[in-house]
Nanobody, 117 residues
């Protein structure tokens, strides 16, 4: 059974930092990442990491402020979020896929991040 379990969300003030964690089990993935969904908006890509190359990718809106990293052996991924802005407020979802391209096929339950101004 595949499980992705996130932790680390919370309420912070603008300019502060948070770290999200996601532990995956039940399968070996090629890629893990994070999406987010703000109220009234569609879910959007935030960041991803490819285990084989350690290459990382970011949405333009978070580039330079967020860092994705992880431990392939532990199937664990982190999202370090610095200089948080109110517009970063959203439910953050951990995601993973077996294939190196295409849709993400496993999702966590989501963790709320709220940034106050």
């Amino acid at each position: 059974q595949v499980q992705l379990v996130e932790s680390g969300g919370g309420l912070v003030q603008a300019g502060e930092s948070l770290r999200l964690s996601c532990a995956a089990s039940g399968r070996t993935f090629s890629t893990m990442g994070w999406f987010r969904q703000a109220p009234g908006k569609e879910r959007e890509f935030v960041a991803a990491i490819y285990w084989s190359s350690s290459n990382t990718y970011y949405a333009n809106s978070v580039k330079g402020r967020f860092t994705i990293s992880g431990d392939n052996a532990k199937n664990t991924v982190y999202l370090f979020m610095n200089s948080l802005k109110p517009e970063d407020t959203a439910v953050y979802y951990c995601t993973a896929r077996v294939a190196t391209t295409g849709k993400y096929d496993s999702w966590g339950q989501g963790t709320q991040v709220t940034v106050s101004s």
